[in-house]
């Protein structure tokens, strides 16, 4: 898997260290397979226990929100969102893995999310 080109103004070299750590993990498809299917029991056993309020009622704003800290890539965000979860809130403290997770989530379709990068 090729990685993907800096964003604007950024030398390529700026990003190899979180490349060569996070690339390793998204090729781990048994490892992603089993985050898919534990993210999606816990998404569905969050909406099953709002009862017939839904979400709105036990925890207000509307929805299954997910936080995911230490964001990466954003994947894990993407997975949450087609499980069901209805808002992502991705913190990364890397600014270009940030920057990745919010165009990771944009492209995906995920329609409501916010990345906080922390650098």
């Known amino acids: ?3 993907p080109p ?15 750590y996070h690339f390793c993990m998204l090729a781990d498809t048994a490892r992603n397979e089993a985050y898919r299917r534990a993210i999606g029991r816990a998404v569905s056993r969050f909406k099953a226990g709002c009862g017939a309020g839904g979400a709105e009622g036990r925890h207000g704003g509307g929805g299954c929100r997910i936080l995911d800290i230490g964001a990466g ?16 809130d991705a913190v990364e403290m890397n600014r270009v893995m940030a920057e990745t997770a919010a165009r990771t989530l944009e492209a995906s379709g995920v329609k409501s999310f916010r990345v906080y990068g922390c650098l």
Do not use: F, R
């Open 73 to 88: 890539s954003g994947l894990l965000g993407v997975m949450a969102a087609q499980a069901g979860a209805t808002h992502i």
């Open 6 to 20: 800096p964003p604007p103004g950024m030398s390529p070299s700026a990003m190899v260290p979180c490349n060569a």
């Open 1 to 3: 898997v090729a990685p």
